[in-house]
């Protein structure tokens, strides 16, 4: 069963303006998130996180957002650039566990 | 700075065959892991290790084995290889999981093929 989710498979965003990209989780002990982007043919590389003390993270024109009654995150890029173009995976972990959970991914891209 | 290597970049196999994925890291790493990448469906951890001689099994560990005898190198082997197992699969290290303000490190990947 998915604990992480992406909804949306795929984004398309004019330059300039603001991509929002949406992830929910399920498991309640999730207490640090994890935004990945990956280009094609290159392994992911991570973007930006945040823990469960904080409901927002800031890093440059990337801003991560944590409602953690709603189970949600969102990753915010404003101004969009057509070098954001990639897959954009958000990744969950808990104190108890040894794992990161994966989302399916979310292909974002940013038309000049 | 070196990061996670994984060789080889590219694997065509017959079903049936046995490889051997390699990963090594130089960062010192605690914890290591594999992933295997499909369309559709995400990163999903196949093995990982939280050091050396510590091994457990994620999501998809049927049909690979795993082993760490050093805290740098972490192979993944498929042991009879099947069409199911055609994908992009990455390593990835990192100080652990389940703690605070670590991210994982991932390698360039390796995409098998199996025919």
Known sequence: DQQVKQNSPSLSVQEGRISILNCDYTNSMFDYFLWYKKYPAEGPTFLISISSIKDKNEDGRFTVFLNKSAKHLSLHIVPSQPGDSAVYFCAATSPTGNQFYFGTGTSLTVIP | ?115
């Open chain 2, 1 to 115: 700075n070196a990061g996670v290597t994984q060789t080889p970049k590219f694997q065509v196999l017959k079903t049936g065959q046995s490889m051997t994925l390699q990963c090594a890291q130089d960062m010192n790493h605690e914890y290591m892991s594999w992933y295997r990448q499909d369309p559709g469906m995400g990163l999903r951890l196949i093995h990982y290790s939280v050091g050396a001689g510590i091994t457990d099994q994620g999501e998809v560990p049927n049909g690979y084995n795993v082993s760490r005898s050093t805290t740098e190198d972490f192979p993944l082997r498929l042991l009879s290889a099947a069409p199911s197992q055609t994908s992009v699969y990455f390593c990835a290290s990192s100080y652990g999981a389940g703690r605070m303000n670590t991210e994982a490190f991932f390698g360039q990947g390796t995409r098998l093929t199996v025919v």
